[in-house]
């Protein structure tokens, strides 16, 4: 006689299945947190690989634990061995802590487990997607007559994305025009989709200038793309979108704007004006799992016109039907390249509703202060230098006199030692030590504690 089948997540018996393992699940992280300590695991890369080894066993065993054994030991060696981006001294990376409410959410999707490729599959998800990329994209481009977003899983996708759009209107002899400071991904989609390679401006003080712009559109032969960069990853500045879009304007060319980064300023009532001319762009890239603190990954692609999107129209008889869209279903295969995808926009829409554009910009602005703190402290601190006062959460700082090699050896010796994650970034041809605050639970005391950390190994 066969066993019976696991339980499943969903349906009416889903949720008590699910009861006593979500105890089992949060029991195992409060512990394998506990048991880390501090922001990162302790020892290095083999360490922790070794550790993991031990937990896990054999990856494919004969028989099998049970469900309760494997969820503890495994979510407690994962949490035990993760860089927890909800400890104040991890602050390295664009990697947000998620707020709780947006990860309930997503357990939630999980267990319904939606697919966004046909209306059959996610009735209501479907519709909830509609209504909040339309919101969404209005706020990119208030006032714009039909503007529209997708979603996608980040940065890297959006923008793949947006020169696809302008390929598709303008041809593959289509050049695109770039900032030095341009995130990585642009000149990988270039590569991806057949264009030639991105003309780069260089960005001596960080952001794209006006005038070198325009000198290399006066050059420039047949349509061209510029994208512009509002946070950039290594110091998050913002190009001065207002002048770009008028030299964008003057020599015909289109401009999209990566605002993966600083996007979520426009919630900000203080902040929002460093992001005049955002709605200038035709296409915007916008994350939502970097200042909108939301589970990975919740990118989105916000276009001035929907029509735009229309060259991503795609059939597949068996998901999107010529008579099954005249009879008035939505067709989805056009909303994204991939076709099986996860209902992310639940996470967004209910941390939206929670809320609101109020408290998601109170989120940012808190942040924003934390940078300005830290600024301060490090300018008020014998030994260290600031890079610049920062625009965004974005904080480089270096012990004074250090060379390069000290710098590397004192972020290493953070990490391996498990005491703090900081980034790095090389600008004006030197590496700096970066630290990005998007916790807006971090203290007075965490940045001060930041800066002894590494005053601490500097003097070893």
């Not at 999209?256 to 600083?262: G, L, M, Q, R, V």
């Not at 602005?365 to 260290?384: F, I, R, S, W, Y």
């Not at 920062?390 to 050896?409: C, K, M, Q, Y």
Request: charged content about 20%; hydrophobic content about 45%; glycine content about 10%.
């Amino acid at each position: 006689m066969r066993a019976a089948p696991p339980p499943l997540a969903g349906g009416t018996p889903g949720p008590e299945a699910l009861r006593p393992l979500l105890d089992t699940v949060l029991d195992a992280l409060r512990a394998g947190t506990e048991k880390r300590g501090g922001p990162l695991p302790a020892g290095g890369p083999q360490t922790v690989a070794h550790r993991l080894r031990d937990a896990l066993g054999e990856a494919l065993p004969h028989h099998g634990t049970g469900p309760d054994e494997a969820l503890r030991t495994l979510v407690h060696a994962l949490a035990e061995g993760a860089a927890d981006p909800a400890h104040p001294l991890c602050a390295a990376h664009l990697h947000t802590p998620p707020l709780a409410l947006a990860a309930a959410a997503d357990l939630a999707a999980s267990a319904l487990n939606p697919s966004m490729d046909s209306w059959d599959q996610a009735p209501a998800a479907s519709a909830l997607e509609a209504q909040v990329t339309a919101a969404l994209a209005a706020e990119v481009f208030p006032g714009a007559a039909a503007p529209d977003a997708l979603v996608t899983t980040g940065g890297t996708e959006s923008n793949q994305l947006a020169l696809l759009l302008a390929r598709e209107r303008h041809g593959p002899a289509l050049r695109t025009v770039v900032g030095a400071n341009a995130h990585h991904s642009l000149r990988r989609a270039a590569w991806l989709l057949g264009l030639p390679g991105p003309v780069t401006v260089p960005t001596p003080n960080g952001t794209l200038d006006p005038a070198a712009l325009a000198e290399a559109l006066a050059r420039a032969e047949g349509p061209t793309l510029v994208a512009a960069t509002a946070g950039t990853t290594d110091e998050g500045l913002i190009d001065p979108l207002p002048e770009l879009a008028d030299a964008c304007a003057a020599h015909g060319a289109e401009l999209h704007i990566d605002a993966a980064y600083a996007g979520p300023v426009l919630l900000s009532r203080t902040h929002r004006h460093l992001l005049d001319g955002l709605d200038r762009a035709r296409t915007v890239t916008v994350d939502l799992h970097k200042l909108g603190w939301q589970p990975a990954a919740a990118g989105l692609l916000a276009v001035r016109d929907t029509t735009d999107l229309a060259t991503l129209g795609h059939t597949a008889d068996y998901l999107n039907a010529d008579d099954d869209t005249d009879a008035g279903l939505p067709d989805l295969l056009g909303r994204s390249l991939r076709t099986t995808r996860r209902p992310d926009v639940l996470k967004t829409a209910v941390t939206l509703r929670a809320l609101g554009r109020t408290g998601l910009g109170a989120l940012v602005d808190t942040c924003m202060d934390l940078a300005q703190d830290l600024a301060d402290l490090v300018e008020k601190t014998p030994g260290l230098d600031l890079r610049a006062r920062p625009t965004l959460t974005t904080v480089l700082f270096r012990p004074s006199g250090a060379d390069d090699e000290a710098i590397a050896t004192i972020r290493r010796t953070l990490l391996t030692g498990g005491r703090a994650v900081l980034g790095r970034a090389r600008v004006d041809g030197r590496l700096w030590l970066k630290a990005t605050l998007l916790n807006p639970h971090a203290t007075p005391g965490d940045l001060a504690q930041i800066l002894t950390l590494v005053e601490g190994s500097t003097h070893r």
